[in-house]
């Protein structure tokens, strides 16, 4: 089931926040971050509803001791749960991840504790059942040995490029990869979506969208391509990757 995950959080709480955001988009989900810092909560749902927001509409609040101390936040969110934006209706997912108290309106919908980081991994899995991701019974569309999470990096213009991607075996989730780099001192993280073409052992992987995962903006660029070969036991995948000028990069992503 698609979802769109609106992920709200205190600003002291980012590294966190980024994290979550990764692994939910990896798992298939559409996440937005920073949005509730800069604007009400509704003004972004009704701003995005028309281009970007597909499936249910879920706000997933990072509970901690700042956040729950901001009246404007936790109004906003008690608004935005309660509303329907053009006919679709916004859960609200609460999680913990720092001691504070939990706002009466959210104690019986807490999803999951994510205050022990030794946790993580299956707090996180409960977050993803509780959104539904999945093939809704769907025939897978790529081999085994291909469907799943890997890591990767390349140098860009001198430049450190890692990312994770996900290539999905369901025809209704699709395949993505999560860029990081440093720019101007400043982590950049950007989601690209990805066509997935396979003849034997050789693997082409297209970017179809583009965006910086914080903030959400939709970026208009020329998308990357990567050329890739399955490594005899499965655990790689290298080639080349050409950029928006044609540029050629060896790239190496190893299963995750």
């Known amino acids: 089931m698609a979802q769109s995950v609106f992920l709200v959080h205190d600003i002291i709480e980012k590294p966190f926040a980024r994290q979550l955001a990764i692994d939910l988009s990896l798992a298939g989900a ?28 879920c706000l997933a609040v990072i509970l901690s001791p700042n956040l729950v101390r901001s009246d404007w936040v936790l109004r906003e969110i008690e608004i935005g749960q309660n509303q ?4 679709l209706s916004v859960k609200l997912l609460p999680l913990l991840y720092k001691d504070c108290t939990i706002p009466a309106f959210m104690v019986d919908m807490l999803c999951a504790d994510f205050r022990n980081p030794a946790n993580y991994t299956s707090m996180l899995s409960k977050v993803i059942d ?11 569309v790529l081999p085994p040995l291909l469907a799943g999470t890997w890591q990767g990096s ?37 989601e690209q979506e990805l066509k997935v073409q396979v003849s034997g052992n050789t693997v082409k992987l297209i970017g179809t969208g583009y965006r910086l995962l914080e903030h959400g ?5 020329n998308l990357d391509t990567f050329n890739l070969s399955l490594g005899a036991s499965g655990m790689t995948l290298e ?17 995750k």
């Open 30 to 57: 559409t996440v937005w971050l920073d949005e509730a810092e800069t604007e009400g909560i509704q003004d972004f749902l009704v701003g995005k509803i028309d281009k970007e927001i597909q499936g249910d509409v």
């Open 84 to 87: 329907r934006v053009d006919g």
């Open 130 to 140: 509780r959104l539904e991701l999945g093939c809704d019974g769907k025939e897978p």
């Open 154 to 190: 390349w140098i860009w213009c001198g430049r450190q490029r890692d990312a994770d991607m996900f290539l999905s075996a369901s025809p209704i989730i699709p395949s993505r990869m999560i860029i990081r780099y440093m720019k101007s001192g400043i982590l950049t993280i950007v």
């Open 217 to 221: 903006i939709s970026l208009g660029w």
């Open 239 to 255: 080639g080349i990757s050409t950029d928006k000028r044609g540029t050629k990069f060896p790239v190496l992503f190893k299963r």
